[in-house]
């Protein structure tokens, strides 16, 4: 579809596809809402656009990835692909702030940059849509589930937390707070995945998430309680 106000991105994918496949394309611009219903119908297909190689009709640009051997993710599939790019650009973020602030991206300082920008990151991807998130995390978190509002609380709190770390200030809040929502989120994640063997979406990167509730959301938590262990324990050492 290429209309005035229009222009089909899945369309322009196929075309771009096909190209770097080493096909020559004959690109056939749908330019009206009545010719693009029109092709619809003597094709008896419901979405466009179309893809045909040598007159045999593959289909949209999903099916022109499938037909390639590319890699098709379907709505509602589960992928580790949002977290693992968030927990990346964490540690690169935590890499960067040590450079900067140090000089050096060899310091333990790094590593607590890592986990305190993680948190706010997370936190962030949760506070994009509080109602949906809380929704998702009552499947499982068993505070949530016996004082509802505490689902609305714990994307600030989590959010707070990471920034205070990063600061590097009042951590007298910071600790105990990381400390209560890490510990809470480890057992009920813990009693849902390995004890109750349910298999559940986890809410961590937000109430759209389609990444599996388990190891990466354990260890997640694991990491926020140990860190809210970690920072006091370390100002208590420096200021003596």
């Given at each position: 579809m290429v209309m005035p106000g229009h222009v089909c991105p899945y369309g322009l994918k196929a075309v771009d596809l096909?190209?770097?496949?080493g096909y020559q394309v004959d690109?056939?611009?749908?330019?009206?809402?009545?010719?693009?219903?029109?092709?619809?119908?003597?094709?008896?297909?419901?979405?466009?656009p179309q893809v045909f190689i040598q007159s045999e009709r593959v289909g949209g640009y999903d099916a022109l990835r499938k037909h390639f051997g590319l890699e098709v993710v379907e709505e509602g599939d589960t992928t580790y692909r949002p977290v693992v790019a968030l927990f990346v650009v964490a540690a690169l973020l935590g890499l960067c702030v040590s450079w900067v602030a140090f000089g050096t991206?060899?310091?333990i300082r790094s590593v607590e940059f890592f986990v305190a920008i993680a948190m706010?990151?997370?936190?962030?991807?949760?506070?994009?849509?509080?109602?949906?998130?809380?929704?998702?995390?009552?499947?499982y978190d068993?505070?949530?589930?016996?004082?509802?509002?505490?689902?609305y609380f714990y994307p600030y709190a989590e959010t707070a937390a990471g920034l205070l770390m990063l600061a590097g200030v009042l951590i007298w809040v910071a600790a105990p707070l990381a400390l209560f929502i890490g510990s809470v989120g480890a057992v009920s994640v813990f009693k849902a995945v390995y004890i109750d063997k349910r298999e559940l979406k986890c809410a961590c990167v937000g109430g759209d998430s389609q990444v599996p509730l388990g190891f990466v959301s354990l260890t997640e938590n694991l990491i926020m309680v140990a860190m809210a262990v970690w920072m006091p324990l370390r100002m208590f050492v420096l200021s003596h």
């Amino acid at each position: 579809m290429v209309m005035p106000g229009h222009v089909c991105p899945y369309g322009l994918k196929a075309v771009d596809l096909l190209r770097r496949k080493g096909y020559q394309v004959d690109d056939h611009h749908l330019t009206s809402r009545e010719q693009t219903e029109a092709f619809k119908r003597e094709h008896d297909v419901e979405t466009t656009p179309q893809v045909f190689i040598q007159s045999e009709r593959v289909g949209g640009y999903d099916a022109l990835r499938k037909h390639f051997g590319l890699e098709v993710v379907e709505e509602g599939d589960t992928t580790y692909r949002p977290v693992v790019a968030l927990f990346v650009v964490a540690a690169l973020l935590g890499l960067c702030v040590s450079w900067v602030a140090f000089g050096t991206v060899l310091t333990i300082r790094s590593v607590e940059f890592f986990v305190a920008i993680a948190m706010t990151l997370l936190g962030l991807q949760k506070l994009k849509d509080v109602e949906s998130f809380s929704t998702m995390f009552l499947n499982y978190d068993l505070l949530a589930r016996r004082y509802v509002p505490y689902g609305y609380f714990y994307p600030y709190a989590e959010t707070a937390a990471g920034l205070l770390m990063l600061a590097g200030v009042l951590i007298w809040v910071a600790a105990p707070l990381a400390l209560f929502i890490g510990s809470v989120g480890a057992v009920s994640v813990f009693k849902a995945v390995y004890i109750d063997k349910r298999e559940l979406k986890c809410a961590c990167v937000g109430g759209d998430s389609q990444v599996p509730l388990g190891f990466v959301s354990l260890t997640e938590n694991l990491i926020m309680v140990a860190m809210a262990v970690w920072m006091p324990l370390r100002m208590f050492v420096l200021s003596h």
